[in-house]
């Protein structure tokens, strides 16, 4: 089988967020794809499935699949793009629990996709997420990917604070999430964030598309405004062009490029 290493939301390589990419001709067994993406031990290894003039995407962490995944869907329609000719635009990704989505190639070279909007409300645990993070948030709210897969959103007031935290990630297993993404305005953005997850075996994540189908909505109303310039604060950092459209989805574009091109044994 052929493997991909794509560096998404960059335009260079040893940034952004590295994801797999395995395209298949059909789908292996659960046990095979979840081996695979721990060996990988890269925060997501998406595998593909063409179905007539569409695809078939499942992701999953090195320990469990995941409902949705932003950067890995990014870097799997760049090798459709780059690597199998594909000239269908947008292309059209099924998915399990996530709905359709739809990546377009876009004139600068970007890929924009479109992701379910997902609301978020406060809820109650606002100690026990602080106690993770090391530091007290102002609010803390959940957004629900699927039905037994949550994040919390973790506000803070600046860049500065969600920059200084060092999360105690044993204190993770107490949190029925996820992940916690910690967010907060920008000095030169009009937001930044980071996510961390480490019940799913990802630390923190360098980039996590996904993460902005919940902090789009929450931008946008906050700020009073539909398209909106993001960052990823991780060690290797990311950017994210967000837009909500019509309410109900969100339009992430961003580039992508290849790192590694090889062959799976086994």
Request: negative net charge; charged residues 20%.
């Amino acid at each position: 089988m052929k493997i991909y290493q794509i560096d998404a939301f960059t335009t260079r390589v040893f940034a952004g967020n590295p994801a797999a990419v395995v395209p298949l001709d059909h789908w292996i067994d659960d046990s095979d794809m979840q081996a695979i993406a721990a060996e990988n031990n890269l925060a997501e290894t998406a595998f593909i499935v063409p179905n007539d003039e569409c695809w078939e995407i499942r992701w999953f962490t090195p320990t469990a699949e995941v409902a949705l995944c932003g950067h890995a869907t990014l870097a799997a329609a760049h090798v459709l793009v780059k690597h199998q000719g594909c000239l269908t635009n947008p292309m059209v990704f099924n998915t399990r629990q996530s709905g359709e989505l739809c990546v377009e190639r876009l004139e600068d070279g970007s890929l924009s996709m479109s992701f379910p909007a997902i609301p978020i409300v406060e809820c109650d645990s606002k100690n026990a997420v602080g106690e993770a993070l090391g530091a007290m948030p102002e609010t803390v709210l959940f957004g629900r990917y699927s039905p037994d897969q949550i994040d919390y959103v973790a506000v803070f007031d600046s860049e500065d604070s969600i920059a200084a935290l060092k999360p105690d990630f044993s204190k993770f297993s107490n949190l029925d999430s996820r992940g916690v993404i910690v967010t907060a305005p920008g000095a030169s953005y009009d937001f930044v964030s980071r996510y961390f997850a480490p019940n799913f075996g990802i630390d923190e994540d360098p980039v996590t598309g996904s993460a902005h189908c919940l902090l789009t909505p929450y931008w946008s109303q906050r700020l009073d405004k539909k398209s909106l310039r993001a960052r990823q604060i991780s060690r290797r950092g990311g950017d994210l062009a967000c837009t909500l459209d019509n309410n109900d989805r969100v339009l992430l574009a961003g580039h992508a490029v290849d790192y590694l091109v090889g062959e799976i044994n086994f």
